[in-house]
Every structure is written in structure tokens, then in C-alpha cells.
């Protein structure tokens, strides 16, 4: 799953924008096919633009140069250091949510949407 999520603008709720998540995905690395699963299950909740690069890339040598994560996969969300390693998806939905929450208050006043 290398490249851009397939989802389009039309698919986002009124008033919602993506949460841009980049997986730097090492080859062999069972932790890095089990967060895109996870991100691939996630994005059917949340409007996620999900992009895997993959480590050897010039630009998965720049990010791991730049974030220097312990282990695979590097996962930035939003252009900043989420993870590093197994993915951890209740910390990472908890954002998700939070966002989501931000969002509507932003565009209806209250978390309620009202």
C-alpha cells in the first residue's frame, strides 16, 4: 500500500479535513504491515490521508535521519513523531477522537455540533 489513500475529498464529513499519516515502512517488518492494517481499519472511522514511504526512499532516509525512531515502522501524524515501533492504535484512536472533537467545535461552536 505505497502511495496516497484512495479516499477523496467527497468522502469527508461536511467540515472535516484530513489527519495526514505517514508510515515509513521498513522491508520484512511485521510491525509495519500490522500498522497499516490498523491505520487501513482506522481510516473507515476517521478521514485519514494515509501515505506508507518506504525506508530506502530518498525521502525514508530523510525522515528516519530527521525523527531517528528506535524501530520500525516511523509513523508521523500530521508531519510530527507519533510512534516508533509497534503502533500503538488506543493512544493513536484517542487522537483521533480528540481531533475529531476539535474539529466540530471549531466548525459548530460545541462538541455537540450545535
Not at 492494517?37 to 532516509?61: C, H, I
Not at 492504535?89 to 474539529?103: I, M, N, S
Request: glycine content about 8%; hydrophobic content about 45%.
Amino acid at each position: 500500500m505505497f502511495g496516497k489513500s484512495t479516499r477523496t475529498a467527497q468522502d469527508l464529513p461536511r467540515g472535516a479535513t484530513w489527519v495526514d499519516i505517514t508510515v515509513v515502512h521498513a522491508p520484512a517488518c511485521h510491525f509495519c504491515d500490522d500498522a497499516e492494517q490498523s491505520l487501513s481499519a482506522l481510516a473507515k472511522r476517521f478521514p485519514l490521508a494515509l501515505r506508507v514511504v518506504a525506508l530506502e526512499s530518498d525521502e525514508g532516509r530523510l525522515l528516519t535521519a530527521k525523527h531517528r525512531p528506535a524501530m520500525s515502522p516511523l509513523v508521523l501524524v500530521d508531519g510530527r513523531f507519533f510512534s516508533a515501533g509497534r503502533l500503538p492504535r488506543k493512544k493513536l484512536t484517542a487522537l483521533l477522537e480528540q481531533v475529531a472533537v476539535e474539529h466540530a467545535v471549531a466548525r459548530d461552536g460545541s462538541p455537540m455540533g450545535g
